[in-house]
């Protein structure tokens, strides 16, 4: 099974500022099939990024994804409000689509 | 429009079973693999189980398996979770998920969730 390390645990950061998000794999990612998504308070997640670079239907191009192999990074560019939420990173190279344990982004 | 609504999650006690449901529309159900992902309580998503377009490849996560199965039922447009064995830490709500293509891939439509309590 491939385990995903995401850091930082919580990350503090205010409006307009740039975010960095890691997600890590124990064994390399096949194909770059890594995923990232969004989830807020009481809602389901949110697909954002694919293919570790593709982003999904209506995601704003401030959110970008990049790496490969065992090193993944999702970026937002300038955070707005409504940026601050979880985020989770996912593979799905293997049949066992690990998550990793996410990084909480919060207003500073 | 996509839609999962997943129904079935309730208090059960320690041992008992429960099957979960998932009635999908606004797409061809049988042209897409299906997710089941889990979160517990204020922790993070886990991913559950797989199930090809047709029902003839599942997967589990360690954690579930020889205790949970997945099937779907494509002249219904239903998918299902039968849950044995349960423990106190299958506690969590469960979603219901589509997946990107036909055996697998990552998850760009998400159900709302159902419950399942597993308490004495």
């Known amino acids: 099974e491939i385990v995903l390390t995401q850091s930082p645990g919580t990350l503090s950061l205010s409006p307009g500022e740039r975010a960095t998000l890691s997600c890590r794999a124990s064994q390399s990612v096949s194909s770059s099939y890594l995923a990232w998504y969004q989830q807020k308070p009481g809602q389901a997640p949110r697909l954002l990024i694919y293919g570790a670079s593709s982003r999904a239907t209506g995601i704003p191009d401030r959110f970008s994804g990049s790496g490969s192999g065992t090193d993944f990074t999702l970026t937002i560019s300038r955070l707005e409000p409504e940026d601050f939420a979880v985020y989770y990173c996912q593979q799905y190279g293997s049949t066992s689509y690990t998550f990793g344990q996410g990084t909480k982004l919060e207003i500073k | 429009e996509v839609q999962l609504v997943e129904s079935g999650g309730v208090v059960v006690q320690p041992g008992g079973s429960l099957r979960l449901s998932c009635a999908v529309s606004?797409?061809?159900?049988?042209?897409?693999?299906m997710h089941w992902v889990r979160q517990a309580p204020g922790k993070g998503l886990e991913w559950v189980s797989l199930i090809t377009w047709d029902g003839g490849s599942t997967y589990y996560a360690d954690s579930v398996k020889g205790r949970f199965t997945i099937s779907r039922d494509n002249s219904k447009n239903s998918l299902y979770l039968q849950m044995n064995s349960l423990r106190a830490e299958d506690t969590a709500l469960y979603y219901c998920?589509?997946?990107?293509?036909?055996?697998?891939?990552?998850?760009?439509?998400w159900g709302q969730g159902t419950l399942v309590t597993v308490s004495s």
């Open positions: 998920a589509k997946a990107h293509y036909d055996s697998g891939g990552y998850i760009p439509h």
């Open positions: 606004g797409f061809t159900f049988d042209d897409y693999a």
